[in-house]
């Protein structure tokens, strides 16, 4: 796909988006409680769809489902290079079918649809390509010893893999577990956010017609409390993988380690956005931006912590609150948005407090601060808030949202201890024409990456996931891989 077409959106529509069901063993079927879910539209407020809402039992005939896949369908024996043929075949539906998809991750989450089809199904497409190569080198190696013997490992897929994904990029982070997992030759069960459910049931069209056996993906709907802690807790899960919060990470990584089961962890971020006093002011200025209102600040990978040089700092607020203003809030379906609603009222009543704890800590908002009433829908302002300090619960918590809060430091050293103050270690950031400086300060960053001089340059290519409170684990790049295989050594003797 060249870039003008994925930057195309003149041909997404609005979609009528027909109820979900849940996908087991190849099949689409209704919970056997016949439950259901409503999906809201968040630039409205109304219903968007509903979905099956799963319980306990549906769980257990996903997992079951995907054992006998793992066992009896073949897909974890079949070569490396026919995996990956399918896996290719995924990324080109996901490229043919890129308008629909758009369309539903941009109604369900309320992403712009621009935002949408440049990042979300583009990366999806190119993780499914990428995890296609990265399904022809699941391979062993020859050791040798000092005993006559042929010595060697084995990669071996784990089993059934239990995926679990967060509200705000649901294409993206399915992807980020599905593709190496099947790359590897596991079989899936995967539960979505309960609020965002809508793209995985496309997914699992797009699999199935790219030739994904049956029951070596599972979809199933439902609430955390109920589905979710039932994945957690099945015996026949072998790994679980998990991206939310650090709170129900916790959680998970506590029932997974009472089990000793595999997991990996991606969890809540808070980074922190280092303008040094050699900085190219406008550039820096552009990603701090990007950084606090890319996804509508849904992005656990935002920047909303700016340090700025205490030189600089009235410099940077002032262009902040003469900018910021100007960046386009609205529609998702308009093109020209830039920010659309939050994912949900929660999400947006969440912002409100952190925004009322700021005022109450002597945050200056320079920018925002409000709700917008677009005639419905969870839409929030973009806000700068300038002046708090380190120990504000408005700094140093996670607020998810379209916020940034700016701070001033004098050293490096001071920099790097604001920065690394929070409990959390996803990203971080820095702006600076020192290179001596980006290599020094970027080694002393907590955190799982560390860009320099822009924010969110993100590929399948690059392994992400966090450190201290963040969580642990890598997805993307070939790391992704070692998530989702054991290495077997064999050991023959040739006495
Ligand atoms: P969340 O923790 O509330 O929910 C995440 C998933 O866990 C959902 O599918 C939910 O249904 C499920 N869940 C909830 N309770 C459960 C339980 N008891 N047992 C099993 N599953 C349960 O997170 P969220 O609000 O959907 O997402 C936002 C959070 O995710 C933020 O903290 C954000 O930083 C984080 N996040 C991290 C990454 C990363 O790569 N590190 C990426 C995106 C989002």
């Known amino acids: 796909m060249s870039l003008s077409e994925e930057q195309n959106v003149s041909t997404v529509r609005r979609p009528h988006i027909e109820p979900g069901r849940l996908f087991i063993d190849g099949e689409w079927r209704e919970a056997d409680a016949k439950g259901r879910r409503d999906v809201i539209d968040p630039s409205t407020g109304k219903v968007l769809t509903t979905v099956a809402e799963a319980d306990d039992s549906d769980l257990d005939a996903a997992v079951a489902a995907a054992r006998k896949a793992f066992d009896e369908s073949g897909w974890a024996q079949l070569p490396g290079r026919e995996r990956a043929r399918i896996l290719n075949r995924a990324g080109d539906i996901i490229r043919r079918r890129a308008d629909e998809l758009v369309a539903t991750e941009s109604a369900n989450v309320g992403k712009p649809v621009s935002l949408c089809r440049a990042v979300d199904v583009a990366t999806a497409a190119e993780e499914y390509e990428y995890c296609a190569a990265l399904a022809q080198t699941v391979e062993g190696s020859t050791r040798q010893i000092p005993i006559p013997s042929h010595a060697y490992t084995r990669r071996e897929p784990l089993g059934v893999v239990g995926a679990i994904t967060p509200f705000n990029f649901p294409l993206i982070l399915s992807s980020s577990k599905i593709a190496p997992a099947l790359a590897a030759g596991n079989t899936v069960v995967h539960k979505p956010a309960e609020e965002t459910p809508l793209s995985a049931l496309l997914m699992a069209e797009i699999l199935t017609e790219a030739g994904v056996p049956n029951g070596v993906l599972n979809v199933?709907?439902?609430?955390?409390?109920?589905?979710?802690?039932?994945?957690?807790?099945?015996?026949?899960?072998?790994?679980?993988?998990?991206?939310?919060?650090?709170?129900?990470?916790?959680?998970?990584?506590?029932?997974?380690?009472?089990?000793?089961?595999?997991?990996?962890?991606?969890?809540?971020?808070?980074?922190?956005?280092?303008?040094?006093?050699?900085?190219?002011?406008?550039?820096?200025?552009?990603?701090?931006?990007?950084?606090?209102?890319?996804?509508?600040?849904?992005?656990?990978?935002?920047?909303?912590?700016?340090?700025?040089?205490?030189s600089l700092y009235d410099a940077v607020v002032g262009a902040l609150s003469g900018a910021v203003p100007g960046v386009p809030v609205g529609d998702p379906f308009d093109p020209a948005t830039v920010v659309g609603p939050m994912a949900g009222e929660r999400h947006l009543a969440k912002v409100e407090e952190y925004v009322r704890i700021a005022k109450e800590d002597?945050?200056?908002?320079?920018?925002?601060?409000?709700?917008?009433?677009?005639?419905?829908?969870?839409?929030?302002?973009?806000?700068?808030?300038?002046?708090?300090?380190?120990?504000?619960?408005?700094?140093?918590?996670?607020?998810?949202?379209?916020?940034?809060?700016?701070?001033?430091?004098?050293?490096?050293?001071?920099?790097?201890?604001?920065?690394?103050?929070?409990?959390?270690?996803?990203?971080?950031?820095?702006?600076?024409?020192?290179?001596?400086?980006?290599?020094?300060?970027?080694?002393?960053?907590?955190?799982?990456?560390?860009?320099?001089n822009d924010w969110a340059m993100l590929d399948p290519a690059i392994p992400f996931g966090g450190v201290k409170q963040s969580g642990f684990g890598r997805e993307y790049g070939p790391e992704a891989l070692e998530a989702y295989t054991k290495v077997k050594s064999v050991v023959i003797s040739l006495a």
Not at 418 to 444: C, I
Request: aromatic fraction near 6%; hydrophobic fraction near 45%.
């Open 362 to 452: 002597g945050g200056r908002i320079v920018a925002g601060g409000e709700r917008l009433d677009l005639g419905g829908g969870y839409y929030f302002q973009p806000t700068v808030i300038a002046d708090l300090g380190n120990d504000s619960r408005a700094v140093q918590e996670e607020i998810f949202g379209p916020v940034l809060t700016v701070q001033s430091f004098d050293t490096e050293d001071e920099a790097v201890a604001m920065a690394n103050s929070t409990p959390y270690g996803l990203a971080s950031g820095l702006q600076t024409k020192d290179v001596a400086r980006a290599h020094r300060v970027a080694a002393r960053l907590q955190a799982g990456i560390v860009w320099v």
């Open 220 to 310: 199933v709907t439902g609430s955390g409390s109920v589905v979710g802690e039932a994945l957690l807790r099945h015996p026949g899960i072998d790994k679980v993988a998990f991206t939310g919060s650090t709170k129900i990470g916790r959680h998970a990584a506590a029932i997974a380690g009472e089990a000793l089961k595999p997991v990996t962890m991606e969890l809540g971020g808070n980074a922190a956005h280092i303008v040094f006093e050699d900085a190219d002011l406008e550039k820096a200025i552009g990603a701090a931006i990007k950084g606090f209102v890319f996804n509508t600040g849904q992005f656990c990978m935002g920047g909303p912590r700016l340090l700025v040089h205490s």
